[in-house]
Structure formats: C-alpha cells, structure tokens
C-alpha cells in the first residue's frame, strides 16, 4: 500500500496574505512552508512590523489577500477598536494597522500612559510633512490607552491555590537565594503539561463544546506563557540562562523547553493580562472557571510536577554572567 502523500499548501513561499493574530486579521507574507507529520505551518512576517514578531503558523490562521478577506480585516478591526489584547495587539481607529504591540510596552504605568508612542507611530509619518493639520491630529495615538481607561480597567484576580503558594516560594529561593537553576529542557515540558491536562478533561467525557473550550483555554495559555515568559517570568539569575537557550534553539517555542515551576509563575501575572481581553463579565469568568480548573490539576499532580531535585546548582562561570 503507497503511503499517504503530504498535504499540499493552499500558499506559496513570497505570497502575501492576511495572519490571524489574536482576534485580528493582519496583512503578511508567506516566508517559509514546512510540513511535517501531515501538518502544515507558515513562516509568517507581519508587513511593517520588526522580525521579532515573525512566527510559524498552522494553515488555519492565513488567507488569501482577496477583497472579501479584506473586508473581513476591517470588520474585525471595527468590532475591536475600544479593546484592548495584552501581549499581542491593541485595537486602533477603523482602516489603520494595528501592529502587535512590542512585549515591553505590555504593562505600563501611568505616568508614562500619555508618552508612550504606539508601536506604529513611526511608520505612518514619513508621507505626511506637507499636511500639518493631519500631523497634529495624529499626535494622539488611538494604541495608546488614555489614562482613563487605565484607572477604569477592571483588575482580574487568578487565585493561586493555597497547595501551590508554598511552592511559589520555594521556587524563588531556589533561584534568587540558593543560586540554583531549574534544569532545561525540562523533563516534562509545558506543552506536555497542557496535553496531558487536555487528555485529562477528555477522558471525563465531556462535550464536544466543552472539549473545543478547554482546548481553546490550553491554546491561550501556551500562547501566554511563551510572549510572557522573556519579559515578565524570569527572575535576574535566569536570564543568562534564557538567552543561552535562545541562542541554542531559536526555533524552538519556550513552551517545549521549560516546565511547570514556570508555567505557575504565568498564574502570578496573568490577570493582570486579562484585564486588556475584549470579553464580557460573562466570558471573563468563564475563563477565569478554567483557570481555576487548570490550577487544580497543578494542584492533584504537584508531586511528579514540582521537584527541588529539578534544581541545580549553577556553575561558577555562570555567575559571573549573571553578575
């Protein structure tokens, strides 16, 4: 029996196209194609946007760039104009590009609220010298939140189970007193946590629209977990160690190299995060109810997930990089 012949791609290398990021349709372009074991992914590069935003992608997230997607973009664009995603993008005034927002400018204080230029300030500007009038009015970057919105915003509190704070601390004294640090790749990475806690809600036969939610919930916390992790989950100690395994598997999500001591320090930060979702009170907590479900299975596996023997002391010459 011949065997199965690999799908074909629906886009080709160079071909521009419209990417889902998040709940928004950006215009990009195909770079690469790779198939393995029957699936499909997409190099993509946001047009206009640094390379640090490129990323792969499965075929499910990229359309053609016809008119009746472009279209679609704009009525995306319009439903989302007052929200705002962390770590993603921040929606804009209709028929203007919405760049995903650099990781830095993710949390802000509010000093600095009115400031801050958008990530796209610098981009729209170079054709319009000779219209004043329009330049003055653009001062004012619709990314930017106002202040009000700022101290409106409704804070998200992720509780931390009770049975998994302690190792939050133990966590942190490994690392920041100790000088240890938590051996990579893990053992059980946090693509295979969130796997096998999927595996989990699926065999208590849930249904099929409790399955597609929970697989939802387990896509958005991996999609966190790897733009946070760089930026808001390391301690100081970890970061020589985060930019050598960078510079050792570039390819490669952090997702599938770091475990789950990790991935709980996601649950610290995360709600503050959730603030900038656009979704109703209803939708909100809903999702907070899987959280909180997550974190109890943490909570019923804490003993083959969460192990000092994990830990290692560092060697000499890593603390003199991390001086």
């Known amino acids: 029996m011949a065997p199965k012949q690999d799908p074909k791609p629906k886009f080709q290398e160079g071909e521009r196209v419209l990417c889902f990021h998040g709940p928004l349709l950006y215009e990009a372009k195909c ?21 640090n935003w490129d990323e792969w992608v499965p075929e499910s997230r990229v359309l053609k760039y016809v008119d009746s997607n472009l279209q679609k973009q704009k009525e995306l664009q319009r439903a989302n104009q007052d929200h705002y995603v962390e770590g993603r993008m921040r929606g804009a005034a209709p028929n203007k590009k919405i760049p ?15 400031k801050t230029p958008g990530a796209g ?10 219209h004043p009038p329009r330049k003055k009015r653009a001062r004012v970057d619709p ?20 049975e998994l704070k302690p190792w939050l601390v133990d966590d ?39 399955e597609f939610a929970v697989n939802e919930v387990v896509a ?30 570039p390819d490669t999500s952090m997702s599938q190299i770091y475990g789950a001591p990790h991935l709980l320090r996601l649950f610290v930060r995360i709600g503050a995060m959730l603030a900038y979702t656009p979704l109703d009170e209803k939708s909100l907590a809903l999702l907070l109810s899987y959280l909180q479900d997550f974190l109890k299975y943490l909570v019923k596996n804490s003993a083959s997930l969460f192990n000092a023997s994990d830990y290692e002391v560092a060697p000499p010459e890593y603390h003199r990089k991390a001086v």
């Open 31 to 51: 770079v690469k194609i790779n198939i393995k074991d029957k699936q499909i992914k997409y190099f993509i590069h946001y047009s206009g946007w640094n390379k």
């Open 100 to 114: 995903p927002p650099p990781q830095k400018n993710d949390v802000k204080t509010k000093k600095n609220k009115q």
């Open 121 to 130: 300030e610098g981009t729209s500007s170079g054709g319009e010298p000779t």
């Open 143 to 162: 990314t930017v939140e106002s202040e009000e919105t700022f101290i409106n915003r409704v804070e998200v509190k992720v509780k931390i189970p009770e």
């Open 172 to 210: 942190w004294d490994l690392i920041t007193r100790q000088k240890q640090l938590f051996h990579l790749p893990a053992k059980k990475n946090v693509d295979a946590v969130l796997e096998d806690y999927a595996n989990y809600k699926k065999s208590r036969g849930n249904s099929d629209s409790k």
């Open 220 to 249: 958005g916390i991996r999609e966190y977990f790897n733009v946070m992790l760089g930026t808001q989950l390391l301690y100081k100690f970890e970061r020589p160690q985060y930019a050598d395994i960078l510079a050792n598997h």
